[in-house]
T-cell receptor, first 116, second 113 residues
Framework: DAGITQSPRYKITETGRQVTLMCHQT?????MFWYRQDLGHGLRLIYY???????DKGEVPDGYVVSRSKTENFPLTLESATRSQTSVYFC???????????????FGPGTRLTVL | KNQVEQSPQSLIILEGKNCTLQ??????????LRWYKQDTGRGPVSLTI?????NTKSNGRYTATLDADTKQSSLHITASQLSDSASYIC????????????FGDGTTLTVKP
């Protein structure tokens, strides 16, 4: 039972390059999320998806693109990476968006991205 | 603006001691409040979830309390262990929009032998 996985776990890239971070979950959860975590900040939402082909912006979406053609996958693309996008990226999933009752989010292990 | 404030920012305690972490929030309308534990280099893991009608929830040595009137929550750790060293994150969700959960910055707990 893999749960939720992210790849790669570590990535170093250069300014201006396109980078795609992958997220895969095996629970068939409807909702998936992408967060970034920087020193001195809490987790900040980049994008989320309520179902396949349904995505919406979070708090910090600029410079990122997402897609969700299949329920289990939610890739995050940095179209032209910048140094300010150096961060740890976490993917999460939940049954109902974590807004109903005791629904919660399950987080992946994270991808540490460095943009030189 | 919805906010979640956690205190203290960091805490050092000796193994075996108890401690309490605080979370104050302004999120409204309120659906649930979650506490997560995040070990260094790993993703957050859910410890407790409470709806507005619950005022206490336990998970082993972890006990969370919620006062929806004062919009305060606390996480009490009993008989701390070295493995409790981690960041503890409070998250408050409204009942309106999945993209509106508000995360606190976390409390970093260090347990020393």
């Amino acid at each position: 039972d893999a749960g939720i996985t992210q790849s790669p776990r570590y990535k170093i890239t250069e300014t201006g390059r396109q980078v795609t971070l992958m997220c895969h979950q095996t629970w068939s959860h409807s909702y998936m999320f992408w967060y970034r975590q920087d020193l001195g900040h809490g987790l900040r939402l980049i994008y989320y998806s309520a179902a396949a082909d349904i995505t919406d912006k979070g708090e910090v979406p600029d410079g990122y693109v997402v897609s969700r053609s299949k329920t289990e996958n939610f890739p995050l693309t940095l179209e032209s990476a910048t140094r300010s996008q150096t961060s740890v990226y976490f993917c999460a999933s939940s049954v109902a968006g974590a807004i109903l009752g005791t629904d919660t989010q399950y987080f992946g292990p994270g991808t540490r991205l460095t943009v030189l | 603006k919805n906010q979640v404030e956690q205190s203290p920012q960091s805490l050092i305690i000796l193994e075996g001691k108890n401690c309490t972490l605080q979370c104050n929030y302004t999120v409204s309308p309120f659906s649930n409040l979650r506490w997560y534990k995040q070990d260094t280099g790993r993703g957050p893991v859910s410890l407790t979830i409470m709806t507005f009608s619950e005022n206490t929830k336990s998970n082993g040595r972890y006990t969370a309390t919620l006062d929806a009137d004062t919009k305060q929550s606390s996480l009490h750790i009993t008989a701390s262990q070295l493995s409790d060293s981690a960041s503890y994150i409070c998250v408050v969700s409204p009942n309106t929009n999945a993209g509106k959960s508000t995360f606190g910055d976390g409390t970093t707990l260090t347990v020393k032998p």
